[in-house]
């Protein structure tokens, strides 16, 4: 069920003041979203660094001593237990790499599959991209678990099935030529993204993640994705319109200037709220008409203007 049209130009207010509408089966409104742990994730991660300088300082003998960090696949919210094993020991810990991450990846997007995620496109391509590359070293162990990890400046890289769900809900089933990102930081729904539509744009305000994400991509060789630093709160007029925007950062309302800038028959999907957020997709239905429709709750960290 959707929100009666409006007229442009659209008030932020129109959008966010309506009464909260559930979403059709097809958007699978009985599925909600765990919410994401992106506070907890950053606290565990320095205790555990913390932890591991700790055990090294007490070690005065490293030929009969090593620390190891591993992680524990159990749940979204899980820490890395730090493990020491004796040197000569029979069971050594293997080393992260792509080839051994290959069945947890699988294993993610069937759970994936299982959370109510059924467009078999989406899937595929959150199977081809590595989300280890994405991530810092000492989380690569929780790269696969559907949990958010943070990748520096108080930002997160979201959890997987957040991506899958916002993805698959703009898709729509849909052929997308131009796809706008408010958002970019490690790359990683980037690069989701760039599997399923014909151009990517992606916009970040943090410098110093948009050249992490950069070096994130180099590797993979997208060559229909373009990066760009800048305030994403005015998308990008030059190359719009866009026949899908997705937002990795919640506001109190969506801005006017991406509004304008989705194609008629396009979808926006975004985290709106403070404390209590949902996700909202907005459908443009004419030259100034536009729909709501308020799915489930989410957890992103804030939508904020300008650069740094």
Avoid at 21 to 44: E, F, G, L, W
Avoid at 88 to 105: D, E, T
Avoid at 119 to 137: C, G, K, N, Q, W
Avoid at 207 to 222: C, D, F, T, V
Wanted: glycine residues 6%.
């Amino acid at each position: 069920m959707t929100a009666k049209s409006h007229k442009f130009p659209l008030p932020l207010s129109s959008l966010d003041n309506k009464s909260t509408h559930r979403t059709t089966k097809s958007h699978h409104s009985a599925t909600v979203a765990t919410p994401q742990t992106a506070t907890q994730n950053v606290r565990q991660h320095v205790a555990r660094q913390q932890a591991v300088k700790n055990n090294a300082g007490l070690s005065e003998d490293k030929s009969a001593k090593n620390t190891v960090v591993v992680a524990s696949p159990r749940k979204s919210t899980s820490a890395q237990a730090v493990q020491t094993t004796q040197a000569g020991s029979s069971q050594p810990s293997k080393p992260m790499s792509s080839a051994n991450l290959a069945a947890p990846r699988r294993a993610m997007v069937q759970r994936l599959s299982q959370a109510g995620v059924q467009d078999s496109v989406v899937l595929d391509a959150m199977d081809t991209v590595p989300r280890h590359v994405f991530i810092e070293s000492g989380l690569v162990g929780q790269a696969y678990v559907d949990a958010s990890l943070p990748i520096g400046h108080h930002q997160t890289i979201s959890q997987p099935y957040i991506v899958a769900r916002m993805i698959e809900i703009m898709r729509n089933g849909r052929k997308l030529r131009n796809v706008l990102e408010i958002g970019t930081g490690c790359g990683y729904q980037a690069a989701v993204l760039a599997q399923l539509c014909e151009n990517v744009y992606s916009i970040e305000r943090i410098k110093l993640l948009h050249e992490l994400a950069k070096k994130n991509l180099r590797s993979l060789r997208i060559a229909n994705l373009r990066l760009h630093y800048g305030d994403g709160m005015h998308g990008l007029p030059q190359v719009a319109p866009f026949d899908g925007v997705i937002l990795a950062a919640a506001g109190m309302q969506i801005p006017d200037a991406l509004l304008q800038q989705l194609a008629i028959g396009g979808r926006l999907i975004a985290p709106v709220g403070e404390r209590q957020q949902v996700l909202q997709l907005i459908e443009r239905t004419g030259n100034a008409n536009w729909t709501k429709t308020v799915l489930e709750q989410c957890h992103f960290v804030p939508l904020r203007p300008g650069i740094i």
